[in-house]
C-alpha cells in the first residue's frame, strides 16, 4: 500500500480528484492524509466529507520556515506517508522537508513547463497570447515550479477564452492526469536521469 500525504492550501479540486481515483476498496495507493496550512479551506472539508484524516497546521505569520517544515514532515511520518502530493499548496518547501522525502514529492502546475512558472500561469498565458498551454506534474524542488517534470497534457487555447473558461479547462484536464501519475509511479519503477525523468509508457 502507498499512503499519500496531499498538502493543500485553498479549493482542492485536484485532492478531490485523488481521492475520487484512489480511494477505493482495494486500490493499492491511498491518499492517507490531508495537511492544510490555512483555517477553513474548503479542502479540509473535501477531506473530512470523503473519510481521510485532516491535520491543520496554520502558516500565517511564521516565519522560521525550517521548523513549520519539520513539523509537517513529523505529521506526515505520524501518518506513515510514502508520497507527498502538493494540490494548490501556496508555500514554498524548504531543503529540509525535501530531504525528508527524496524524489517522493510531486506538484501539478497549470501550464507546460517551463513555460509560466509561478502564481498566475494562466494569466500569462492569456497574455502572451500562446495557442497552447495546459499542465504539468512534476517532482518539487527548492525553486518555484522547477523541479523535473514527470507528464503534459496540453490544453488549447480558445478565442474567446478568458481566465475563468481557460481555468476549468486546465483544471479538467488536471484532474485526470494527477491521480493518473500517483498511480503509475506508485505501481511502476521510474528513474530521474539529469532533468529528465524516465517511466514506463504514457499517462
Ligand atoms: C491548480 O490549478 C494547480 O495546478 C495549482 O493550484 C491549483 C489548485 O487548485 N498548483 P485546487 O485547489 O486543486 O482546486
Redesign the pocket.
Known sequence: MTRVGVL??????????LIDALNREGSSVQVAVTICNVPGA??LARAQQAGVATELLPSKGVTDRTAYDAQLVGLLHKHRIDLVC?????RLLTPGFLQAFPNQVL????SLLPAFPGMH??RQALEAGVKVTG?TVHFVDEGTDTGPIIAQTAVPVLDGDDENKL?ER??HQ?HRLYPAVVSKLAAEPFSIQGRRVMTQGAF
Not at 502538493?86 to 501556496?90: E, P, V
Open positions: 493543500a492550501s485553498g479549493n482542492g479540486t485536484n485532492l478531490q480528484a474548503k479542502a502538493l494540490a494548490g499548496y501556496m506538484n501539478i502546475h497549470p500561469a494562466i499542465c481555468a486546465i483544471h488536471e
